[in-house]
T-cell receptor, first 114, second 109 residues
Framework: DAMVIQNPRYQVTQFGKPVTLSCSQTLNHNVMYWYQQKSSQAPKLLFHYYDKDFNNEADTPDNFQSRRPNTSFCFLDIRSPGLGDAAMYLC?????????????FGPGTRLTVL | GQNIDQPTEMTATEGAIVQINCTYQTSGFNGLFWYQQHAGEAPTFLSYNVLDGLEEKGRFSSFLSRSKGYSYLLLKELQMKDSASYLCAALDSNYQLIWGAGTKLIIKP
């Protein structure tokens, strides 16, 4: 089945210790998104890639970086995690950006910062 | 500013019908999505409305009124597995998704 895969599902890191979350997709979609979602809150878009074009949201902290080495994979790097970065991180894909295409989500990675 | 409002929590009985409302204020509008999200899991797509009216899909229906900036999700014949959060999200003029915080639906036997 075509899908969006995130690894790991649960990640524990220490305050200030860099961490990388990964996302892969078999849908061959052009667009990949990273969202941060805290408990009982709306998903917050951090950035998205349209193919190799990177688009950062204005209020995304510099602490968050992303890489997309190819169509299938996208990584979220948190350079110095703080306690406030503990959240569910959701990867999503869509065929195009700037349209009405549905976004398909991966299962998420729940990040705990100790 | 852009805003999505939906109730924080609702409770309903198994087998009953429930309507989850959503109002939106966006700069431009290119449609509205409803997603279902079970606790600790990713959102999954339920519906997309861009024209006024009711779209029915099995036990779930979604309604849109563009003039009122209003949508609702109607769930019929509720099952215990319908216990989840339901997220409303509107596409603005730049095709950016503006998300609501979700309505947590609790189903009681």
């Amino acid at each position: 089945d075509a899908m969006v895969i995130q690894n790991p599902r649960y990640q524990v890191t220490q305050f200030g210790k860099p961490v990388t979350l990964s996302c892969s997709q078999t849908l061959n979609h052009n667009v990949m998104y990273w969202y941060q979602q805290k408990s009982s809150q709306a998903p917050k878009l951090l950035f998205h890639y349209y193919d190799k074009d990177f688009n950062n949201e204005a209020d995304t902290p510099d602490n968050f970086q992303s890489r997309r080495p190819n169509t299938s994979f996208c990584f979220l790097d948190i350079r110095s995690p703080g306690l406030g970065d503990a959240a569910m991180y959701l990867c999503a894909t869509s065929r195009e950006v700037g349209g009405t295409d549905t976004q398909y989500f991966g299962p998420g990675t729940r990040l705990t910062v100790l | 500013g852009q805003n999505i409002d939906q109730p924080t929590e609702m409770t309903a009985t198994e087998g009953a019908i429930v309507q989850i409302n959503c109002t939106y204020q966006t700069s431009g509008f290119n449609g509205l999505f409803w997603y279902q999200q079970h606790a600790g899991e990713a959102p999954t797509f339920l519906s997309y409305n861009v024209l006024d009216g009711l779209e029915e899909k099995g036990r779930f229906s979604s309604f849109l009124s563009r003039s009122k900036g209003y949508s609702y999700l109607l769930l019929k014949e509720l099952q215990m597995k319908d216990s989840a959060s339901y997220l409303c999200a509107a596409l603005d003029s730049n095709y950016q998704l503006i998300w609501g915080a979700g309505t947590k639906l609790i189903i009681k036997p």
